[in-house]
């Protein structure tokens, strides 16, 4: 996977202060002193991975999708410049866990995750969680206990991967791992020691045009139905709360006003498609 970045500058307009007293002057000094201390000027970086629909990067090499829409709306009406970077996941992941101003989307909220970042507010509806083989094998997987029988492939430290893991599944018996999420139905279709992937019903249209398949040539094995892919747009730790709740203010006016909403329906008839069998 290519590393993909953007940089995207606001332009603000300038405030000039007249005071008309040394008197109001020395109060304004002494509010500067006291009050935090954040400049709107410091950037936000965002990262993110290839996931489409909703982080989708083109033959142009541009970034779109659906989550790239709603994080690029947000950004427009916050007071940060911000850079957008498309990373594989592993990485994207990891670098949000460490640096200050650093922000991830479209990030699946987890229990155990939650003590991890700070959140600032929800980018898509619930989605669940499924299992998929190829249309021309029988599996029988009846419950969830049933696909342990089989090994199936999973993008290491995704909502499939840890989810699994919460579930019993074990890595190297059940499991097999990998870094790139572009694998994924490539390896199903290639490696015969692969029988399953798990992934949404939304985002398996794409994977299997990327490893040159149809989406008909797949089969819906097993809806993992308490495992919801709620997907979110978060920070890292160090990021200060002052950001958070500047950004979490910008997200949510998006769906006060209709805005959501619009990015919702330009990207419903892709949705749907890609639901079609």
Known sequence: MPEIT????????????YFKSPSALSIFYFLLLTLPIFSFAEKITLVTEHLPPYQVLTKDKKITGFATDVITQTMERSDYTYSLHLYPWVRSYNLALQKKNLCIFSLARLAYREKLFKWVGPLSEINNT???GLKNKYYGIKTLDDAKNYTIAVMRDDITHIGLLERGFIEGEHLYVLDDANSLISMLASRPEIDLIVADDLTIGYRAELAGMKKNELQRVFEIEDLPLDFYFACSLQTDDIVIEHLSTALNSLYLDGTYDKIWNKWQDKFSNERKP
């Open 6 to 17: 953007i940089e995207c500058d606001q332009q603000k307009n300038n405030t000039l202060v």
């Open 130 to 132: 499924v299992i998929w």
